[in-house]
T-cell receptor, first 116, second 115 residues
């Protein structure tokens, strides 16, 4: 069974500061990893994903994440926070089950607050 | 290319009534997933459907909840005899046919409030 742990349900950063949102996963097979962002009263928008290949993945809005197999981590970073980054961020892991479909497991989410 | 569409966006029901949530997947997508997000929690998988077939319903409560994805029309998540604990945001996601994508695309959700 796969699982995702997001450390810190709430993170506050100053505008212009580094954003670091932590995610650790467990999976019995090579994982596909995702970060989604959710703005208030909206659905989830894909920020970035790792499937295979380069372990440093760049996404939208200046975010990136690095897959570290040895640490089973997929932390999300952004060099300089912007007010518009305030949202909730979900890390997710998926595995391919028999029948070929992707079963996705989400973390509980991290709410990012950006302080002016 | 329209994204995943869900309606209604907000639904209010009294205890004991039925709730019907609709999801139209992206064009060309034949796989639909339903998730529930309870307050202050992450998304929990409920059910995965393909056209006319339920593939995995391991996350669905055993009673009162059902889902379908008919040959024509949207996918429907049906909750009978709603209780206050059913109040949540319900999200639908879709993906292309098997093997063509590893990503699920989410709709805006339906926020169900049970009075």
């Amino acid at each position: 069974a796969q699982s995702v742990t997001q450390l810190g349900s709430h993170v506050s950063v100053s505008e212009g500061a580094l954003v670091l949102l932590r995610c650790n996963y467990s999976s019995s097979v090579p994982p596909y990893l995702f970060w989604y962002v959710q703005y208030p009263n909206q659905g989830l928008q894909l920020l970035l994903k790792y499937t295979t290949g380069a372990t440093l993945v760049k996404g939208i809005n200046g975010f990136e994440a690095e897959f570290k197999k040895s640490e089973t981590s997929f932390h999300l970073t952004k060099p300089s926070a912007h007010m518009s980054d305030a949202a909730e961020y979900f890390c997710a892991v998926s595995e391919t089950l028999s029948g070929g479909y992707q079963k996705v497991t989400f973390g509980i989410g991290t709410k990012l607050q950006v302080i002016p | 290319n329209a994204g995943v569409m869900q309606n209604p966006r907000h639904l209010v029901r009294r205890r004991g009534q039925e709730a019907r949530l609709r999801c139209s997947p992206m064009k060309g997508h034949s796989h639909v997933y339903w998730y529930r997000q309870l307050p202050e929690e992450g998304l929990k998988f409920m059910v995965y459907l393909q056209k006319e077939n339920i593939i995995d319903e391991s996350g669905m409560p055993k009673e009162r909840f059902s889902a379908e994805f008919p040959k024509e029309g949207p996918s429907i998540l049906r909750i009978q005899q709603v209780v206050r604990g059913d109040s949540a945001a319900y999200f639908c996601a879709s993906s292309p046919p098997q093997g063509r994508s590893d990503t699920q695309y989410f709709g805006p959700g339906t926020r169900l409030t049970v009075l």
